[in-house]
Nanobody
Framework: QVQLVESGGGLVQAGGSLRLSCAAS????????MAWFREAPGKERDFVAV????????YYADSVKGRFTISRDNAKNTVSLQMNSLKLEDTAIYYC???????????????WGQGTQVTVSS
């Protein structure tokens, strides 16, 4: 019983930065691994980043390593994705998701937000 709502998407120029947030409801948020996925037009919904329950472990897709940072604040029931050095290929709808453990597989996630659009322009 977790509800997720993303925010912070928008239009940004290549090389710029954007910070996405996901607000969670439910008493079990702190027990869940949290992840970000993204879906570009005509493509699969792909893994971006994941963070474990305590925030002590993170893992990123190769395409965003060194540019994106995932973090969480369990006291506020939020997870964030700081995106720096944005590229045109980062354009997608970004979704946050919750699971019992860290994973890169869509099928392992039980709860999903509605998504927020990120558009990178040149």
């Amino acid at each position: 019983q977790v509800q997720l709502v993303e925010s912070g998407g928008g239009l940004v120029q290549a090389g710029g930065s954007l910070r996405l947030s996901c607000a969670a409801s439910g008493r079990t948020f702190s027990r869940s691994a949290m992840a970000w996925f993204r879906e570009a037009p005509g493509k699969e919904r792909d893994f971006v980043a994941v963070i474990n329950r305590s925030g002590g472990y993170t893992y990123y897709a190769d395409s965003v390593k060194g540019r994106f940072t995932i973090s969480r604040d369990n006291a506020k029931n939020t997870v964030s994705l700081q995106m720096n050095s944005l590229k045109l290929e980062d354009t997608a709808i970004y979704y946050c998701a919750a699971a019992s453990g860290t994973s890169v597989k869509r099928s392992d996630y039980d709860y999903w937000g509605q998504g927020t659009q990120v558009t990178v322009s040149s």
